[in-house]
């Protein structure tokens, strides 16, 4: 309880502090909140947000998960969001990550953390997809910070797709979107992007991986005859048809099957019987 009641404490001596040398203060801030800015972080207690940046309160508003995620899945963040850019109308939305991120190292490796394995997904797939690049780092310390950078990039895309920054850049709005990265050995803030104002400048911030990847999984290709893959041009796999090869692989299996369509389940939820599968009726 001692460590409980000197968060308590300190509260009491800064309201005095702050009353004493702004006796207006508290009436100011307690009618509406005017923050430009809107801050993207990670939960890791080391990572202080108002403290690093020298924001005082009214001016950072704040939304931190693990590993500093964005996902058009997570209401909570894009409730924030919305917030932010629609009501609040923030100049600027910054997504900060930091060199020695407990949640990427997690997602660097193969051991099982339980729930949050599944929160953790997005950024094992940017780990996946820049795979040729992170095999080239030989220091495991390096490559850890570039996995850290890349996940910056990956959730600042996120950010930019998301409907409420598409529709505001339409009509010609702000936000500016930035990637940051706070280096808990120094105390910096470095610059990874900044300025993001529209679509194009997204696409080309996905365009800077060194490995090449764009954002999102590498498309399927194409194989010529002789094994090797077909030209760039050629390497998306038009949606028709992806679809052609798999009705041939389903067609073959069937084939090798002698015929026999898979026993699937029933409209009730149970398996069809002898009778139904062998086209008879009840007795």
């Known amino acids: ?74 209401l909570s963040a894009m409730s924030v969001l919305q917030y932010a850019v629609e009501v609040l109308d923030v100049k600027h939305v910054i997504v900060t990550g930091h060199y020695g991120c407990g949640g990427v190292g997690a997602a660097m490796g193969t051991q099982s953390y339980g729930l949050v394995d599944h929160w953790l997904g997005p950024i094992r797939n940017v780990v996946r997809w820049n795979k040729p690049e992170l095999d080239a780092i030989a220091d495991a310390q390096a490559r850890f910070d570039r996995v850290v950078e890349l996940n910056v990039l990956e959730q600042l895309y ?81 949606s028709d048809e992806l679809v052609d090869r798999i009705a041939a692989r389903v067609v073959e299996r069937l084939a090798a099957d002698g015929g026999r369509p898979p026993l699937v389940a029933g409209a009730s939820g149970r398996r069809p019987s002898p009778a139904a599968r062998s086209g008879g009726g009840a007795e």
């Not at 509406?32 to 809107?38: A, C, G, S, V």
């Not at 105390?187 to 679509?199: F, K, M, Q, Y």
Request: charged share 20%; aromatic share 6%.
């Open 1 to 74: 309880m001692d460590a409980f009641h000197r968060l308590i404490t300190y509260n009491r001596e800064w309201a005095a502090a702050r009353t004493a040398t702004d006796p207006d203060y508290f009436a100011r801030t307690v009618s509406r909140q005017t923050p430009e800015f809107l801050y993207i972080g990670c939960s890791d207690s080391r990572v202080p947000a108002e403290v690093a940046t020298g924001a005082g309160p009214g001016e950072l508003f704040v939304h931190r998960n693990i590993a500093n995620v964005v996902l058009p899945s997570d």
């Open 158 to 238: 996120h950010l930019s797709v998301t409907p409420v920054i598409q529709q505001a850049w339409e009509k010609g709005r702000r936000p500016l979107l930035h990637g940051l990265v706070y280096d808990m050995r120094d105390g910096v803030l470095r610059e990874l992007a900044t300025a993001i104002d529209s679509p194009a400048a997204a696409d080309e911030l996905a365009a800077r991986r060194l490995s090449g990847v764009p954002a999102g999984p590498p498309p399927m290709t194409r194989r010529a005859g002789d094994g090797t893959a077909a030209s760039p041009a050629a390497e998306s796999l038009a």
